[in-house]
C-alpha cells in the first residue's frame, strides 16, 4: 500500500499548473518517494477516455496525481518503468481512499493516453508550454 505522508501544498502558477510549495512524501513499501519543492504540476491531467472521472487538483485523487507527475517527469530521474509509476498512481489513489473501480477507470485512461509524455520533459517545461 501507498500512503500520503505529508499534505498537499500548492500554488496556482498558470492556467491549469501548479507549484508545490512544500515536499509531498509518500510511503512506499520499499521506500519513500519525495516530491519536491518548487516541482510543477498540471494535477490529475485528463486523457479524453477518463471524462471528468477526477478534478485537476481537488479530491482523493490530487496527491496521486502529483506524485504520477513526478514519476513521468525528468526530474525524478531514471529507475521506473513507466507501468510501473502507472501502477503506483494506482495504488497512491486506492491509499488516499479512491474507490477501486473509479481508481481502476482512471488508471485505464492513464495506461491508453499517457505514454507519450513519459520522461519527456522537466516540470519547468509546463511553464514554457
Sequence with gaps: MIIRITNLDT??????LWRLNRPLLF???NGVVTVKKNFITDGASRPQATGSLCNRMSGPEAEAAVLHDWLYSRDSGPGLSRKQADQIFYDA????????VRAKAIYWGV???GGSSFKKCYSIDKVKE
Excluded: D, Q, Y
Design 93 to 100: 489513489m486506492v491509499g488516499n481512499g479512491t474507490n477501486k
Design 27 to 29: 510511503g512506499l513499501p
Design 11 to 16: 500554488e496556482k502558477i498558470g492556467h491549469n
Design 111 to 113: 495506461r491508453m493516453g
